[in-house]
Nanobody
Framework: QVQLVESGGGLVQAGGSLRLSCAASGRTFGSYAMGWFRRAPGKEREFVAAISRGGLITDYADSVKGRFTISRDNAKNTVYLQMNSLKPEDTAVYCC?????????????????WGQGTQVTVSS
């Protein structure tokens, strides 16, 4: 089992940047594919970015491609989401998720473990 704790959210103006972190417990972090998802007010949870166990494969939602970057440091049991050129429509609660599988996974139903989330608010 793995526990996930997100941090780094906050209030930022449009065009600004934030870096989210997701710290994982346990000794087997490197065996988990990771993902970031977000839920905006009144909307369904949606995929943002995913990364493979070793960090070599990544994928992004079309809405964030070219602006967001997912990365991980397995030595620190942490996955990151660097968010640049933020827009008001990026406002949401951002959650990280983990699944003990190879590859990358964009479907939230594939994930077994979830963090509580961190709020990101982008003002116009």
């Amino acid at each position: 089992q793995v526990q996930l704790v997100e941090s780094g959210g906050g209030l930022v103006q449009a065009g600004g940047s934030l870096r989210l972190s997701c710290a994982a417990s346990g000794r087997t972090f490197g065996s988990y594919a990771m993902g970031w998802f977000r839920r905006a007010p009144g909307k369904e949870r949606e995929f943002v970015a995913a990364i493979s166990r070793g960090g070599l494969i990544t994928d992004y939602a079309d809405s964030v491609k070219g602006r967001f970057t997912i990365s991980r440091d397995n030595a620190k049991n942490t996955v990151y989401l660097q968010m640049n050129s933020l827009k008001p429509e990026d406002t949401a609660v951002y959650c990280c998720a983990a699944v003990q599988k190879f590859g990358i996974h964009t479907n939230l139903l594939e994930y077994d473990y979830w963090g509580q989330g961190t709020q990101v608010t982008v003002s116009s």
